[in-house]
Structure formats: C-alpha cells, structure tokens
Antibody, heavy 121, light 107 residues
C-alpha cells in the first residue's frame, strides 16, 4: 500500500536549518508529485509547495520562497524539505503528501505521519 | 490566492445525528473542492474530491455538494469515529489553500 514515511521530530536553534525527509513506498515514486504542508495551531494548514519527483522541478507558495527548499532523490524514492533561517514561527508539524491530478484538480491522497519541528534557543 | 472560508469553526453533535459543514471560496473554483478529515495526533485523510466524489473506502454517510464558490460536506448518522476536524481545500490553483477547519465534537 502507499506509504510516506517521514523523519523524526527536530529541535533546532533560531537561525539554523533542518532537513526533513519523506520516503515513499508502495507505488512508482516518479509518477506522482510530492507536496509539503505546514500545520500550526494558530494558522491551520498552509501549503508550502510541490516538487515534480521526475524532473525535480518545484513550485512554491510565495510565502515560503526563501524559507523552504524542496529536493528529491529518485534512487531512494525520497523527497526532502530543507527549512532555513529558522525562527520560532517555523515551529509546526510538517507533512508531505502524494499529489494526484484529475484534470486540473490537485488532490493529496496519501500523507506522511508528520514531522514536528520546534525552534527554540 | 484563493481564500477558503469554512463554517462553523466548531460543532457539537450526538451519535446518529446529521451535520453539514460549509466552505466558501473567494472565487469560482469550478468544483475543484477537496475535503479532508483529521483526527487528533494523526495526519489528514482524503474524504472527497471534485466536490462530490467519495474517495475509495470512505463510508457513504459522507457526501459532498456544491459548485462555483459554495460547497458543503454532509455527514449522515454520525458514528463515534467521525468526531474529528474537517478541512476544505482549493484544488484548482496553487497555492492550494485550506479552510480554517471545523472541529466536530461529541455533544
């Protein structure tokens, strides 16, 4: 079955970076894009962007440009998101999700378990 | 960006009751509306896409409707496992935007 396994919780200092991984299994990795989503109690769900797992092409929400960098390693069926210049506002649970397209409709049909990032000095 | 406004933000109901959650898009999304369910401590799960299409394995007591800018999710005959948070999402354009969520609680 389709599974997205994310890396574990991170505790990071302000100004540092973290890199979260998302390992896919149960399907052909390069046939689906991977999206990334941020969830906080205050802001709810926010869409960060997606990566074309075949070409490595990316599309970012303007809000997260310069903050998030999406990459992929096809050999290990793993997508990555690096968050840089961390501030306490980046503390959140980050999800990866598999993208399915029905025409123009983009749907996230499988989600990772989430990776908690806490930014604190 | 397309803004998605959900209502109510919270809702209390009893097992067996029916409830409806609404989602309003800031512009026409041509039926490209997605609903997710999220239980505490878990990741969101796809329920409905294309406004009305039930994802495989989702019980038929869940249904979606709507068009243009107005959409709704109806849950008939609530079961104990349905008490969770529900989110709508714009599936038409990027960035994909989400509603603020509706927390369905047991009365």
């Amino acid at each position: 079955q389709v599974q997205l396994q994310q890396s574990g919780a991170e505790l990071a200092k302000p100004g540092s970076s973290v890199k979260i991984s998302c390992k896919a299994s149960g399907y052909t990795f390069t046939s689906y894009y991977i999206s990334w989503i941020k969830q906080t109690t205050g802001q709810g769900l926010e869409y960060i962007g997606y990566i074309n797992t075949g070409s490595g092409g990316t599309n970012y929400n303007e809000k997260f440009k310069g903050k998030a960098t999406l990459t992929v390693d096809k050999s290990s069926s793993t997508a990555f998101m690096q968050l840089s210049s961390l501030t306490p506002d980046d503390s959140a649970v980050y999800y990866c999700a598999r993208d399915v397209y029905y025409g123009l409709l983009g749907v996230m049909d499988a989600w990772g378990q989430g990776a908690s990032v806490t930014v604190s000095s | 960006d397309i803004q998605m406004t959900q209502s109510p933000t919270s809702l209390a109901a009893s097992v067996g009751e029916s409830v409806t959650i609404t989602c309003l898009a800031s512009e026409d999304i041509y039926g490209s509306l997605v609903w997710y369910q999220q239980k505490p401590g878990k990741s969101p799960q796809l329920l409905i896409y294309g406004a009305t299409i039930l994802e495989d394995g989702i019980p038929s007591r869940f249904s979606g409707s709507g068009s243009d800018t107005q959409y709704s999710l109806k849950i008939n005959s609530l079961q104990p496992e349905d008490f969770a948070s529900y989110y709508c999402q714009n599936g038409l354009s990027t960035p994909r935007t989400f509603g603020g969520g509706t927390k369905l609680e047991l009365k």
